[in-house]
Protein backbone atom coordinates (compact mmCIF):
# COMPACT_ATOMS: atom_id res chain seq x y z
CA UNK A 1 0.00 0.00 0.00
CA UNK A 2 0.92 3.40 -0.74
CA UNK A 3 1.92 5.76 1.96
CA UNK A 4 0.03 9.18 1.69
CA UNK A 5 2.84 12.02 2.44
CA UNK A 6 1.40 15.46 3.77
CA UNK A 7 2.57 18.34 0.92
CA UNK A 8 5.66 19.71 3.32
CA UNK A 9 6.58 15.61 3.17
CA UNK A 10 6.58 15.17 -0.67
CA UNK A 11 9.59 16.09 -3.04
CA UNK A 12 7.88 17.16 -6.56
CA UNK A 13 7.61 20.82 -5.95
CA UNK A 14 11.02 20.72 -4.07
CA UNK A 15 12.12 19.52 -7.67
CA UNK A 16 10.11 21.83 -9.63
CA UNK A 17 11.88 24.36 -7.71
CA UNK A 18 15.77 23.22 -7.45
CA UNK A 19 15.04 22.51 -11.66
CA UNK A 20 13.07 26.23 -12.05
CA UNK A 21 16.37 27.50 -10.27
CA UNK A 22 19.23 26.37 -12.02
CA UNK A 23 17.14 27.18 -15.11
CA UNK A 24 17.04 30.39 -13.98
CA UNK A 25 20.54 31.32 -13.46
CA UNK A 26 21.85 29.70 -16.40
CA UNK A 27 19.00 31.16 -19.09
CA UNK A 28 18.94 34.44 -16.67
CA UNK A 29 22.55 34.79 -18.36
CA UNK A 30 22.80 33.22 -21.65
CA UNK A 31 19.11 33.96 -22.70
CA UNK A 32 18.57 37.37 -24.96
CA UNK A 33 17.30 40.44 -23.18
CA UNK A 34 15.74 43.36 -25.00
CA UNK A 35 18.75 46.37 -25.59
CA UNK A 36 17.64 48.78 -23.45
CA UNK A 37 19.30 52.05 -22.56
CA UNK A 38 20.32 52.65 -19.76
CA UNK A 39 19.54 49.31 -18.24
CA UNK A 40 21.85 47.73 -20.94
CA UNK A 41 22.69 44.49 -19.51
CA UNK A 42 21.01 44.99 -16.09
CA UNK A 43 17.77 44.33 -16.91
CA UNK A 44 18.94 40.48 -16.29
CA UNK A 45 17.98 42.38 -12.83
CA UNK A 46 14.68 41.60 -13.29
CA UNK A 47 14.93 37.65 -12.69
CA UNK A 48 16.88 37.97 -9.85
CA UNK A 49 15.16 41.00 -7.99
CA UNK A 50 11.38 40.79 -8.53
CA UNK A 51 11.35 37.54 -7.54
CA UNK A 52 12.56 38.54 -4.32
CA UNK A 53 9.49 40.78 -3.71
CA UNK A 54 6.89 38.20 -5.80
CA UNK A 55 8.05 35.48 -2.78
CA UNK A 56 7.73 37.76 -0.26
CA UNK A 57 4.09 38.69 -1.31
CA UNK A 58 3.22 34.83 -1.12
CA UNK A 59 4.61 34.16 2.08
CA UNK A 60 3.19 37.54 3.52
CA UNK A 61 -0.23 36.45 1.96
CA UNK A 62 0.14 32.74 3.60
CA UNK A 63 0.89 34.79 6.82
CA UNK A 64 -2.61 37.08 6.60
CA UNK A 65 -4.55 33.73 5.38
CA UNK A 66 -3.65 31.71 8.41
CA UNK A 67 -3.91 34.60 10.53
CA UNK A 68 -7.21 34.65 10.12
CA UNK A 69 -7.56 31.04 9.73
CA UNK A 70 -6.07 31.02 13.76
CA UNK A 71 -9.21 33.48 14.35
CA UNK A 72 -12.01 31.02 13.62
CA UNK A 73 -10.62 27.97 14.35
CA UNK A 74 -8.24 28.51 17.44
CA UNK A 75 -5.76 26.50 16.52
CA UNK A 76 -2.15 26.90 17.68
CA UNK A 77 -0.62 25.28 14.17
CA UNK A 78 -2.43 28.03 12.25
CA UNK A 79 -0.56 30.51 14.42
CA UNK A 80 2.64 28.53 13.90
CA UNK A 81 2.13 28.56 10.05
CA UNK A 82 1.19 32.03 10.26
CA UNK A 83 4.41 32.89 12.24
CA UNK A 84 7.05 31.14 10.08
CA UNK A 85 5.59 32.39 6.50
CA UNK A 86 6.12 36.00 7.77
CA UNK A 87 9.87 34.92 9.30
CA UNK A 88 10.57 34.00 5.80
CA UNK A 89 9.10 36.35 3.76
CA UNK A 90 10.89 39.12 6.10
CA UNK A 91 14.07 36.95 4.53
CA UNK A 92 13.02 37.93 0.72
CA UNK A 93 12.14 41.42 1.68
CA UNK A 94 15.72 41.90 2.80
CA UNK A 95 17.06 40.58 -0.13
CA UNK A 96 15.03 42.30 -2.42
CA UNK A 97 15.76 45.98 -0.82
CA UNK A 98 19.53 44.82 -1.09
CA UNK A 99 19.32 43.64 -4.31
CA UNK A 100 17.14 46.61 -5.43
CA UNK A 101 19.93 49.25 -3.61
CA UNK A 102 22.56 47.77 -5.71
CA UNK A 103 20.80 47.49 -8.90
CA UNK A 104 19.14 51.42 -8.55
CA UNK A 105 23.06 52.32 -8.00
CA UNK A 106 23.70 51.58 -11.62
CA UNK A 107 20.35 52.99 -12.84
CA UNK A 108 19.34 55.60 -10.85
CA UNK A 109 22.89 57.12 -9.73
CA UNK A 110 22.26 56.29 -5.86
CA UNK A 111 20.96 53.03 -3.91
CA UNK A 112 18.32 54.62 -2.06
CA UNK A 113 16.22 57.53 -4.48
CA UNK A 114 13.13 59.09 -2.86
CA UNK A 115 10.95 57.14 -4.33
CA UNK A 116 7.45 55.97 -3.44
CA UNK A 117 7.85 52.39 -3.94
CA UNK A 118 11.60 52.20 -2.06
CA UNK A 119 9.93 54.34 0.85
CA UNK A 120 6.48 52.16 0.72
CA UNK A 121 8.61 48.73 1.08
CA UNK A 122 10.66 49.89 3.60
CA UNK A 123 7.69 50.87 5.69
CA UNK A 124 6.21 47.46 5.19
CA UNK A 125 9.52 46.01 6.71
CA UNK A 126 9.36 47.90 9.90
CA UNK A 127 5.21 46.81 9.57
CA UNK A 128 6.43 43.29 9.25
CA UNK A 129 9.19 43.66 12.12
CA UNK A 130 6.82 45.25 14.50
CA UNK A 131 4.93 41.92 14.24
CA UNK A 132 7.55 40.19 15.85
CA UNK A 133 7.91 43.09 18.41
CA UNK A 134 3.91 42.57 19.45
CA UNK A 135 4.15 38.92 19.54
CA UNK A 136 7.45 39.20 21.44
CA UNK A 137 5.64 41.66 24.12
CA UNK A 138 2.54 39.63 24.52
CA UNK A 139 3.29 36.36 27.17
CA UNK A 140 0.10 34.71 27.22
CA UNK A 141 0.39 32.13 24.08
CA UNK A 142 -3.24 32.86 23.52
CA UNK A 143 -3.65 36.28 23.35
CA UNK A 144 -0.20 36.49 21.82
CA UNK A 145 -1.62 34.58 18.81
CA UNK A 146 -5.02 36.21 18.40
CA UNK A 147 -3.27 40.13 18.27
CA UNK A 148 -0.57 39.12 16.34
CA UNK A 149 -3.44 37.54 13.59
CA UNK A 150 -5.55 40.75 13.83
CA UNK A 151 -2.58 43.04 13.43
CA UNK A 152 -1.20 40.53 10.05
CA UNK A 153 -4.40 41.44 9.03
CA UNK A 154 -3.57 45.27 9.22
CA UNK A 155 0.13 44.69 7.86
CA UNK A 156 -0.95 43.18 5.04
CA UNK A 157 -3.73 46.03 4.21
CA UNK A 158 -0.81 48.20 4.29
CA UNK A 159 1.91 46.77 2.77
CA UNK A 160 -1.04 46.69 -0.59
CA UNK A 161 -1.82 50.34 0.00
CA UNK A 162 2.17 50.91 0.32
CA UNK A 163 4.02 48.36 -2.55
CA UNK A 164 0.49 48.40 -5.34
CA UNK A 165 -1.75 51.19 -4.51
CA UNK A 166 0.50 54.62 -3.70
CA UNK A 167 3.40 54.35 -6.03
CA UNK A 168 0.96 54.25 -8.86
CA UNK A 169 -0.81 57.14 -7.72
CA UNK A 170 2.67 59.19 -7.40
CA UNK A 171 5.44 59.19 -9.32
CA UNK A 172 7.73 56.43 -8.99
CA UNK A 173 10.78 55.52 -11.07
CA UNK A 174 9.57 52.06 -11.26
CA UNK A 175 8.06 50.58 -14.58
CA UNK A 176 4.20 50.29 -14.26
CA UNK A 177 4.12 53.02 -11.59
CA UNK A 178 3.56 57.29 -12.00
CA UNK A 179 2.98 56.91 -15.79
CA UNK A 180 6.01 54.73 -16.27
CA UNK A 181 4.97 51.99 -19.00
CA UNK A 182 5.20 48.33 -16.99
CA UNK A 183 7.65 45.76 -18.27
CA UNK A 184 4.86 43.69 -19.99
CA UNK A 185 4.79 46.89 -22.50
CA UNK A 186 7.60 46.36 -24.31
CA UNK A 187 11.01 45.43 -21.73
CA UNK A 188 9.39 42.28 -21.14
CA UNK A 189 9.51 40.34 -24.40
CA UNK A 190 8.36 36.80 -24.73
CA UNK A 191 12.39 35.51 -24.14
CA UNK A 192 12.41 37.32 -20.98
CA UNK A 193 9.08 35.89 -19.80
CA UNK A 194 10.64 32.28 -20.69
CA UNK A 195 13.23 32.93 -17.66
CA UNK A 196 11.26 35.04 -15.36
CA UNK A 197 7.91 32.78 -15.00
CA UNK A 198 9.91 29.92 -13.73
CA UNK A 199 12.37 32.33 -12.12
CA UNK A 200 9.00 33.39 -9.70
CA UNK A 201 7.81 29.95 -9.30
CA UNK A 202 11.48 28.60 -8.41
CA UNK A 203 11.81 31.36 -5.54
CA UNK A 204 8.48 31.20 -4.80
CA UNK A 205 8.22 27.69 -3.83
CA UNK A 206 11.90 28.22 -2.28
CA UNK A 207 10.49 30.11 -0.18
CA UNK A 208 7.53 27.82 1.05
CA UNK A 209 10.29 25.12 1.36
CA UNK A 210 12.41 27.59 3.81
CA UNK A 211 8.89 28.24 5.53
CA UNK A 212 8.00 24.53 6.09
CA UNK A 213 11.38 23.39 6.83
CA UNK A 214 10.71 26.14 9.46
CA UNK A 215 7.48 25.26 10.76
CA UNK A 216 8.56 21.42 11.18
CA UNK A 217 11.10 22.11 13.23
CA UNK A 218 9.26 24.10 15.47
CA UNK A 219 6.95 21.26 15.93
CA UNK A 220 9.80 18.53 16.43
CA UNK A 221 10.86 21.26 19.15
CA UNK A 222 7.00 21.33 20.47
CA UNK A 223 7.15 17.82 20.90
CA UNK A 224 9.93 17.43 22.18
CA UNK A 225 9.75 20.03 25.06
CA UNK A 226 6.48 18.66 25.64
CA UNK A 227 8.31 14.96 26.54
CA UNK A 228 10.17 16.91 29.17
CA UNK B 1 4.81 8.50 -14.13
CA UNK B 2 2.23 11.07 -15.33
CA UNK B 3 3.65 13.81 -13.26
CA UNK B 4 7.42 13.13 -14.67
CA UNK B 5 5.91 13.48 -17.92
CA UNK B 6 4.83 16.68 -16.86
CA UNK B 7 7.61 18.24 -15.31
CA UNK B 8 9.96 16.83 -18.56
CA UNK B 9 7.28 18.76 -20.62
CA UNK B 10 7.74 21.84 -18.70
CA UNK B 11 11.76 21.75 -18.83
CA UNK B 12 11.92 21.17 -22.57
CA UNK B 13 9.44 23.87 -22.98
CA UNK B 14 11.63 26.47 -20.79
CA UNK B 15 14.76 25.35 -22.96
CA UNK B 16 12.76 26.32 -26.24
CA UNK B 17 14.45 29.88 -25.86
CA UNK B 18 15.78 31.67 -29.05
CA UNK B 19 18.11 33.69 -29.56
CA UNK B 20 18.22 37.22 -31.60
CA UNK B 21 20.81 39.82 -32.50
CA UNK B 22 21.15 42.94 -30.46
CA UNK B 23 21.54 46.73 -31.43
CA UNK B 24 22.19 49.26 -28.22
CA UNK B 25 25.67 48.45 -26.36
CA UNK B 26 25.63 45.27 -24.25
CA UNK B 27 27.99 43.13 -23.41
CA UNK B 28 28.33 41.40 -26.57
CA UNK B 29 32.20 41.29 -26.81
CA UNK B 30 32.16 39.47 -23.07
CA UNK B 31 29.72 36.81 -24.92
CA UNK B 32 31.75 36.09 -27.45
CA UNK B 33 34.70 35.95 -26.03
CA UNK B 34 32.66 32.81 -23.80
CA UNK B 35 33.76 34.47 -20.59
CA UNK B 36 29.75 34.33 -19.99
CA UNK B 37 30.15 30.83 -19.67
CA UNK B 38 32.50 30.59 -16.39
CA UNK B 39 29.75 33.36 -14.84
CA UNK B 40 27.18 31.18 -15.46
CA UNK B 41 28.92 27.59 -14.21
CA UNK B 42 29.54 30.01 -10.96
CA UNK B 43 26.02 30.71 -10.31
CA UNK B 44 25.19 27.42 -11.38
CA UNK B 45 27.43 25.70 -8.90
CA UNK B 46 26.19 27.99 -6.28
CA UNK B 47 22.71 27.61 -6.77
CA UNK B 48 23.29 23.57 -6.92
CA UNK B 49 25.39 24.04 -3.58
CA UNK B 50 22.41 25.45 -2.08
CA UNK B 51 19.97 22.92 -3.59
CA UNK B 52 21.67 20.09 -2.12
CA UNK B 53 22.40 22.15 1.30
CA UNK B 54 18.29 22.36 1.62
CA UNK B 55 18.10 18.88 0.77
CA UNK B 56 20.20 17.89 3.30
CA UNK B 57 18.13 20.21 5.52
CA UNK B 58 14.73 18.82 4.77
CA UNK B 59 16.49 14.83 5.60
CA UNK B 60 17.57 16.10 8.59
CA UNK B 61 14.43 17.33 9.96
CA UNK B 62 12.04 14.36 8.57
CA UNK B 63 15.07 12.38 10.93
CA UNK B 64 13.70 14.27 13.73
CA UNK B 65 10.12 13.80 13.21
CA UNK B 66 10.80 9.77 13.16
CA UNK B 67 12.72 10.18 16.51
CA UNK B 68 9.97 12.19 18.01
CA UNK B 69 7.15 9.75 16.53
CA UNK B 70 9.16 6.68 17.43
CA UNK B 71 9.98 7.66 21.31
CA UNK B 72 5.92 8.66 21.41
CA UNK B 73 4.99 4.92 20.96
Known amino acids: ?228 | MKLLKYICTFIFLLFSVVLNAQSVEMADRFRADGKIYVVVFVAAIVITFIAVYMVRLDFKVSRLEKMIKEKKH
Open chain 1, 1 to 228: MKKTRPISHSWWWKVIALVCLLYTYIAGFLGTVPAMPILNETIRNLFFHVCMWMSMFVLMTVNVVYGIRYLSTNNSYDDLVAEEAARASMVFGIAGLVTGMVWANFTWGAPWVNDPQLNGTAATMLLYAAYFILRNAVNDEAKKSKLAAIYSIFAFAMMMVFIMVLPKLTDSLHPGKGGNPGFNKYDLDSNMRMVFYPAVIGWTLIGVWIMSLRIRFRLVEQSYLEKL
